[in-house]
């Protein structure tokens, strides 16, 4: 399953915006367009149905803080998605959220369709007989989402990923206590070492395997638990001695741990992955193959993994095999930010075998830069 269109309106920094999503997916734009907020948006619906409206929503400011500053008359918030599934079964979700005088978080509306059927459209009876049902959403409540539970399991399996290199190696010293699903990090080596131990090993050597191109004296990876109940990951490198010399997670470079994360999780779990500028730390020449890497790897699915991707990178895009209908270019305004298509010029461009980062990078750069100058007298 993969989300196929997102509408938005009054979210964060998007009053109105409508895009379709392709299997993969690359976000661009300047500084402060909403690239984070847009992929905030599939993690908020995966919230939405882990912990519920209320708590998705306050861990993000409560609604004032996520509706957009463009908001006029009204107000009301609305997400709006199609998803594509197995057999080409369409579905549309559609939420769209207020608060009431107490500030609570409060459905508007909440509408459920599956092929073109509509399974669900509240507010309904029950909740003119009884308001306080509409603090809660159907989609995170098991007894009203059995008809759409597909698509429930399906926003929770959305997995966020921005891996910052000392929150693995030191987990602890940002949260002394355990953290679930940490997009960071924290629970990284964790959920590496609880992954059964045939396909643990299987993806390590795959990943070993790629590795091996950015960091050449490399010869193996493996897993270990130390006497104290602490997960490692440990690398073999060879070097003038016979026997390689080993070192764990806080002895590896910061491109080598991000790399790793990367791989490893493009190939933990089944839903869209969200990655956040994968570029950070990682050279030039391995980010201009990272692409093809995470699209070869996606291949060898049974079923393929939608991946969004937030960059500011010009060698990310420099794939030759990113299409214009892959790339999302955001241009902020004084009315919000809208979706800045590909014309016909850029399209022919990429034909004739320019790339993205030659075509749609250039746009995608703040207005007026030429002026950033420092002066110094």
């Known amino acids: 399953m993969h989300f196929s269109r997102i509408k938005l309106r009054n979210w964060k920094n998007f009053k109105n915006f409508e895009a379709a999503l392709q299997l993969r997916v690359f976000v661009i734009g300047p500084n402060a367009s909403g690239k984070s907020n847009l992929l905030d948006t599939l993690r908020f619906l995966r919230d939405v149905a882990y912990d519920g409206l209320d708590k998705a929503t306050e861990a993000r400011g409560g609604v004032s803080t996520v509706r957009c500053l463009s908001a006029t008359r009204y107000s009301d918030i609305l997400i709006e998605v199609d998803v594509t599934g197995l057999e080409s079964t369409a579905w549309q979700y559609q939420l769209v959220f207020n608060q009431d005088q107490q500030r609570r978080t409060m459905v508007r509306s909440e509408?459920?369709?599956?092929?073109?059927?509509?399974?669900?459209?509240?507010?309904?009876?029950?909740?003119?007989?009884?308001?306080?049902?509409?603090?809660?959403?159907?989609?995170?409540?098991?007894?009203?989402?059995?008809?759409?539970?597909?698509?429930?399991?399906?926003?929770?399996?959305?997995?966020?990923?921005?891996?910052?290199?000392?929150?693995?190696?030191?987990?602890?010293?940002?949260?002394?206590?355990?953290?679930?699903?940490?997009?960071y990090g924290r629970d990284l080596l964790l959920r590496l070492w609880q992954t059964p131990a045939k396909t643990r090993d299987a993806r390590l050597r795959k990943i070993s395997s790629a590795l091996q191109i950015a960091v050449p004296q490399l010869t193996e990876l493996r897993a270990i638990m130390d006497d104290a109940g602490t997960p490692h990951l440990e690398e073999g490198y060879s070097h003038w001695r016979p026997?390689?010399?080993?070192?764990?997670?806080?002895?590896?470079?910061?491109?080598?741990?991000?790399?790793?994360?990367?791989?490893?999780?493009?190939?933990?779990?089944a839903g869209p992955l969200l990655l956040e500028?994968?570029?950070?730390?990682?050279?030039?020449?391995?980010?201009?193959?990272?692409?093809?890497?995470?699209?070869?790897?996606?291949?060898?699915?049974?079923?393929?993994?939608q991946t969004i991707i937030s960059t500011h990178s010009e060698d990310l895009l420099s794939d030759p095999g990113i299409g214009s209908e892959e790339v999302l270019r955001l241009q902020p305004g004084p009315d919000?930010?809208?979706?800045?298509?590909?014309?016909?010029a850029d399209r022919q461009s990429l034909l004739a075998g320019l790339t993205a980062a030659d075509v749609l990078m250039p746009k995608a750069a703040p207005q007026g830069i030429e002026q950033l100058v420092l002066e110094f007298g």
């Open 111 to 183: 509408i459920v369709w599956k092929n073109g059927a509509r399974l669900l459209e509240r507010p309904d009876e029950h909740d003119q007989r009884d308001p306080v049902r509409l603090s809660q959403t159907a989609l995170q409540q098991i007894s009203a989402n059995q008809d759409f539970r597909e698509l429930a399991d399906f926003f929770k399996s959305v997995s966020y990923q921005h891996l910052l290199p000392q929150v693995v190696r030191d987990p602890r010293g940002f949260s002394p206590l355990p953290v679930s699903n940490d997009p």
């Open 243 to 269: 026997h390689a010399a080993r070192q764990n997670e806080s002895q590896f470079s910061d491109g080598t741990l991000r790399l790793l994360g990367l791989l490893w999780t493009s190939l933990d779990g």
């Open 277 to 305: 500028e994968p570029e950070i730390s990682l050279h030039p020449e391995i980010v201009r193959r990272l692409p093809a890497v995470l699209e070869r790897m996606n291949r060898q699915r049974k079923e393929p993994r």
């Open 336 to 344: 919000g930010t809208m979706l800045a298509l590909a014309d016909e």
